[in-house]
């Protein structure tokens, strides 16, 4: 899987809005899946931490997202994860705040680590996100569509198809087609 990867398509035409979540349900949502699954069947808390903050895959590999953070940095963030009390955590949102608090202060972690980070160690806890949690070419992907790229967060009332995190992964794939398909709804608009 190559997240955030934009995607291909026929440039002689601008798809609709429903062609894209279709082409991301298509050709990505079940490579999600499947990526998520690795972190839902981990033996313990501590070994989902751990593959989760190490941005590890399946396959051994490193999650393209986190490619560039030095190791030294990762293994702080999971040292840093390790230490958290998770018995409280009941939604996504809390987690989410929770690892962003531990992860906030390491240099080199950004926004889209702790999103990535919770969304993996989620997978094993059992929380999805009920909202699309904007950053990089996600938030892209949201000014594209004239949505509120400025929030941190963005209600679910867009792609109702799609669960939240899968809406998140479409919006950074096909960022660029969101573009050319809300020009195509408003030629005025630069």
Known sequence: MNPCQPAKTDSRATPTLEEIVAAYLRDHAEGEACYLRFYQIQKSLPDAITKSALAALPNGGRFSHQRR???????QARDALLKLDYSNVHTFAEL???VA??????RGIGILTIYDTAHRLGAYLKLSPDQVYLHAGVRVGAKALGLGEWRAKLPMSAFQRLRPEQVEDCLCIYNRQLKAWRQAQDPNRH
């Open 96 to 98: 989410y705040e929770k």
């Open 69 to 75: 953070i030095p190791g030294p940095v990762l293994i």
């Open 101 to 106: 608090a531990a992860l906030r202060p390491i």
